[in-house]
């Protein structure tokens, strides 16, 4: 479990998602939430009293915001402060592997490719620690439950399965555990894996997954664990297992330093198809500095 939960507000549906999402956890063993509305003075220069008279609204709307939470979430001690600067870099540097930072984003309505670089993938790409996506809650959406983890056999898999495994258990909620595989790319166009090749990498695969369930098992015993082993594409595999999730935990490699860094591909794919909260999970070397 993380010690520090960090949501990023601004006033919009998708950060109050975020907000209601962070409360909501932390109710669950009365912790804390630090709120951060960052005003980004970036959009104000040359035009100081633009600037106060948006910062000083936006400490009305925050200290709204912090109300609502305590009313509805009393055990959660909120924190909150209204900053101005760059919103990316200062909640960059709230990121750390002990702290849960939390952004919420619109509901997908454009193409794919309008979303690839959006904050929150931005964010999760250059954190040094893990971070969460929520999207914005639509009406009458029915109750989510469970945790569910991709796994791939590679140390940040692993990483985001420990971590997953500790959001069941703080939940009390099952963790669902999915390997999904695909057999590796032919050099001819036209060769085709035959069936034999393909029960041997089935039965690795299944493996691979068992070994996962049994460790977690082990560690956890009164955790609820089911897994999934799919022969497909992950991220469809994913998308799919996680619709109505309490949140989807995958692991990042996070491609290059923070400033142009990358996510891998599984993990940019999930946040294109977002369609639960998501949690990105780092390398352990992220964690080091």
């Known amino acids: 479990m993380t010690e520090r939960t960090v949501v990023c507000w601004n006033g919009s549906p998708a950060a109050d998602a975020a907000l209601s999402w962070g409360s909501a956890r932390e109710a669950l063993h009365g912790g804390t939430v630090t709120v951060i509305d960052v005003v980004d003075a970036g959009t ?27 009313t509805t979430w009393p055990n959660v001690d909120v924190r909150s402060a ?50 969460a996506i929520v999207p914005q809650s639509v009406p009458d959406e029915p109750p989510r439950t469970g945790i569910v983890v991709g796994v791939d056999g590679t140390p940040v898999g692993d990483r985001a399965l420990d971590f997953a495994a500790r959001e069941a258990s703080l939940r009390g909620e099952q963790l669902t555990i999915v390997h999904a595989w695909q057999e590796p ?38 955790l609820t664990v089911e897994s999934m082993l799919v022969h497909g594409e992950p991220v469809i595999a994913l998308r799919d297992a996680a619709r109505s999730a309490s949140a989807l935990v995958v ?11 990358w996510l891998g591909s599984v993990s940019h794919g999930m946040i294109l198809e977002l369609v639960s909260p998501t949690i990105v999970v780092g390398p352990e070397e992220d964690h080091d500095d």
């Open 251 to 261: 692991g990042s490699r996070r491609l290059g330093d923070w400033k142009r860094a």
């Open 44 to 70: 104000y220069l040359g035009d100081d009293d633009a600037f106060d008279r948006a910062f000083e609204a936006q400490e009305v709307e925050l200290e709204g915001a912090i109300r609502r939470v305590r």
């Open 185 to 222: 790319l032919a050099w001819y166009p036209t060769a085709k894996p035959d069936d034999d090749f393909l029960e041997a990498m089935r039965r690795a695969r299944r493996e691979l997954l068992d070994d996962r369930v049994q460790s977690i098992s082990a560690h956890y015993a009164s």
């Open 82 to 131: 209204v900053v101005k600067g760059d919103p990316v870099e200062l909640l960059f540097a709230e990121t750390g592997p002990n702290v849960l930072v939390i952004v919420g984003t619109k509901r997908r309505t454009a193409p794919r490719a309008r979303y690839g670089w959006s904050f929150g993938a931005r964010l999760a790409a250059g954190a040094s620690g893990p971070v």
